[in-house]
């Protein structure tokens, strides 16, 4: 079995927390409970959680594959430093920032749903994991050379790359 990388998991709780987050945030504005400002807290930090969390992270071992259009957000992640890149401040983030949307009924699953985005992140602060942006390989821009052809047309199968078997049977 191999190690268990706790912090993709976060990451991807993370996104599902930020919708969920965001869905129940226009649920309360547009059911217009009396503390609708907590809906509209709530609809915010969906929207600053899903920018900290989009950028996927490098992963140990394996592959790493980034989302699309990532990079931009992934150089403001690595600028952050501690503040960014640290697990454990995400888990203390995350946990300060559900306490609010607990005190709200349409809200409270978001705030569950950061509450064990959070908790997963305490697993992997402790298991050592931090936050590295994914290298983007630069292939060659430019345009494609394409091979000349090698014999006028019409141009048939290359005889030469058959076996003489097959060029016994076709000439029959």
Not at 35 to 52: D, Q, R, S
Not at 80 to 104: A, E
Request: net charge positive; with cysteine; proline share 7%.
């Amino acid at each position: 079995m191999g190690k268990i990388e706790w912090a993709m998991w976060a990451n991807e709780q993370a996104i599902v927390s930020c919708f969920v987050t965001i869905l129940c945030g226009v649920l309360a504005v547009s059911g217009q409970f009396n503390l609708w400002g907590i809906g509209v807290y709530a609809i915010l930090k969906g929207i600053v959680t899903f920018l900290i969390e989009y950028p996927r992270g490098k992963r140990q071992k394996g592959t790493s594959y980034p989302r699309r259009f990532q990079h931009l957000l992934s150089i403001l992640i690595s600028k952050g430093r501690l503040l960014t890149r640290n697990y454990f401040v995400r888990f203390v983030f995350y946990l300060c920032v559900s306490v609010p949307c607990c005190f709200m009924l349409p809200t409270i699953l978001g705030a569950l749903c950061y509450m064990i985005t959070s908790l997963i992140y305490l697993v992997a602060a402790i298991k050592g994991e931090q936050w590295q942006p994914i290298e983007v390989d630069k292939e060659e821009t430019g345009p494609k050379v394409i091979e000349q052809p090698r014999r006028p047309p019409p141009r048939r199968p290359d005889v030469s790359q058959r076996g003489p078997q097959e060029i016994n049977s076709n000439q029959v």
